[in-house]
C-alpha cells in the first residue's frame, strides 16, 4: 500500500507543480535571457512539433497511450519497484495531456537559444526525463533482487 501512496503523491504533486507553473505563462509571465527566454509557446505536436499533423486526433492517442502505460505498470507489478519515477512519469505526461484538452496543445515555456535553438519545454517534459534516466540508472546499475518480486 506504500508504494500505491508515493505514486500518488508524486503523480499529483507532478501534476499540480506542472499546472502552477504553466498558469503563470498562460497570464503573460515573460522574462527574456541571455541563453534561456521564460516565454509562452504552445506546442500541437510532441517533442520537437511532430506528429502536429494529428491535429485534435493527438490527444486522445496520447491519452489512451497514458492510460495504457499506467495499466501496464500496475498489471506487471513495476509500480512495487518504480514507485516515485513512475509517479513522475505519469504526472508528467497527463499534466501535458490536460494541456491538450484545455488550451488545445501542451504550455511550453523554457526557450533554450545560446549557441543553438532547441525546443521549447517545461516541468513535464523535464519530470519526464528524470523518470526515464532513474528507471534506467534502476534498471542497468541497480539489478532487482529476486526475493523482492
Given at each position: 500500500?506504500r ?29 527574456a ?15 520537437f ?23 501496464f ?36 515555456y ?30 542497468y ?9
Amino acid at each position: 500500500m506504500r508504494v500505491f501512496a508515493v505514486f500518488f503523491l508524486v503523480l499529483l504533486g507532478t501534476f499540480i507543480i506542472d499546472q502552477n507553473i504553466k498558469s503563470l505563462f498562460v497570464e503573460g509571465y515573460y522574462r527574456a535571457g541571455d541563453c534561456i527566454d521564460l516565454e509562452l509557446h504552445y506546442n500541437k505536436g510532441v517533442a520537437f512539433s511532430m506528429f502536429a499533423f494529428l491535429g485534435p486526433y493527438l490527444k486522445w492517442i496520447q491519452a489512451l497511450f497514458v492510460l495504457g502505460m499506467l495499466f501496464f505498470v500496475l498489471k506487471e507489478g513495476y509500480i512495487k519497484r518504480y514507485a516515485f519515477p513512475i509517479g513522475l512519469l505519469i504526472g508528467g505526461a497527463l499534466g501535458n495531456v490536460y494541456d491538450r484538452f484545455v488550451h488545445g496543445g501542451v504550455v511550453d515555456y523554457v526557450a533554450w537559444h545560446c549557441g543553438f535553438n532547441f525546443a521549447v519545454f517545461n516541468f513535464a517534459d523535464i519530470a519526464i526525463d528524470v523518470a526515464v534516466a532513474w528507471i534506467l540508472v534502476m534498471v542497468y546499475f541497480f539489478k532487482e533482487d529476486p526475493e523482492e518480486k
